[in-house]
Each structure stands twice: as structure tokens, then as C-alpha cells.
């Protein structure tokens, strides 16, 4: 009798695989990441495949294979219908899940990762936009920017890429107020005397430091000390936003 497991599952990503079948990704609650056969879900009578789309957290069954394990069954917890019915979120959503895949690794089992990606999606799901235009509820530019914001910085941290804010990471002194400066390479903040004695050094590139604003330092600080749903709540300046938007993913790509 082929062995089986029950576990709760968030589905990042279906694609076709041989005649019939799907190759499903899930991140599940249990066993971390995994790569899943799908039987029969190209076929119309499918029963499997409603409850397999991307962006789906469903309780599937797991059942053990010679090669790939495959889903035995599968049942919608949520299916996150609001999101998936703004194009704006769902486009927010989907760098999430990239970000995701890319980070975390195949079977390491983290619960905390499953929750903070569900948790997320929920609340990017219940937030009600606000578009400019009379009745448009659809998640503004800068609002998206914001969520991935959020969940972008909290998964660093919880894979251990968490940001020096408080402190230089040369001298040890606390950052005041001015002209500092991220570090991509060592993740953290340099006081500017710090940073004019390191960028003399023949190893040191410019490349690797990002000048920020005392704002957009708030602003970062803020994220990781505030939860999701904070997220929805902030009116700020544009360029504030883009500046820490441009901060984070110049960091993200410094981060293998």
C-alpha cells in the first residue's frame, strides 16, 4: 500500500506534465516545498483540478511515488477570489510567489514561511483598494508597492537576511540622522564617515552602497516593526516609496 500524508498546501505554481497530467509546486505547512504530480487534471472531468490553481491554499493528500509523489486528493480552504479579481493584486502577488520560489528551497519544512506567506495573501485578499476614480476599489500602484514591501523584507528576515537598521555595521555607533548608507553586500546601514573611509579601499564598489533617505529609513523600520494589514493603512509620498521599492530590489539581487 503506497504510504500517504495530509497537509495543508499553498499552490505557487501548476504546468503542464507528459500527456494528462500537471506538475503542481506547492509550499506546504509540513514538508516545505515540493514538486507534485497531478493526475488527469488536463482532462474536462478532472475533480482535482479546481482546487490546484495558483494562488490556492487547499488540504491535499500526498501520495508517495517511484519517482515524484502525486496529489491523491485536494480540498479548497481559499481560494483568495478578491485577489484574483484585481489584476493590480494579483500582479503583486505573483512577484511574491517569484520572490518565494526563489528564496526558499525545496523539503525544508519552515511553518513559520507557510504562515507568513498565507497570512499575507489573506490580507492582500480582504483589503478593499482605493482607486481614484468613483466606485473603483482596484489596489493602487503604490499600495502594491507597500504589500510587496511588507512581505518582501519579512521573509529576508525570516531566512536570515535581517537588515542592520539601528546601527553602523563598521564602527558600531548609532545611526543618526543624514546621509546614510545601505550596504547590499553586508545588509545593513553606514554612518557616512564609515562609508567615505570604505569607498577608498581598492575592493570597495560603489555599486554595492545606496544612499538613503532619512524617510525611507523610517519607512523600512516601520515594515519590519509593523504587521501586514499596516500596509493598506500608510499614505506616503510616491517618492518615498520608489525610492524604497528601488532599496529593496537592488538588495534582493545581491541576495542569491
Known sequence: ????????????NRQAYRESDSLVTV??????????????????????????????????????????????SAVTRDAYLNLKSDLNKLYYAGQAIILFRRLV??????????FLLADWLKVLDDFIGEGTAPNQTELAKETGELFFAFFAWKLLVELGYQPEMSKCLVCGCKIEPGK???????????????HSVRTTVADSSEQEYFLVSDNCLKLIRFILGNGFKQAGRLRLDKKIIKEENQLLRSFLEFIK
Request: aromatic content about 8%; overall charge positive.
Open 105 to 114: 528551497k525545496e523539503n525544508q519544512a519552515d511553518e513559520r514561511l507557510f
Open 1 to 12: 500500500m503506497e504510504a500517504t500524508k495530509n497537509t495543508l498546501a499553498l499552490v505557487l
Open 27 to 72: 509550499y506546504t505547512r509540513d514538508f516545505g516545498r515540493l514538486s507534485l504530480i497531478a493526475r488527469g487534471t488536463k482532462k474536462i472531468q478532472s475533480k482535482l483540478v479546481g482546487h490546484l490553481e495558483p494562488l490556492t491554499l487547499s488540504e491535499i493528500m500526498i501520495v508517495g511515488g517511484k519517482g515524484l509523489d502525486y496529489i491523491g
Open 180 to 194: 546614510n548608507w545601505f550596504n547590499f553586500k553586508d545588509g545593513g546601514l553606514i554612518c557616512p564617515n564609515c
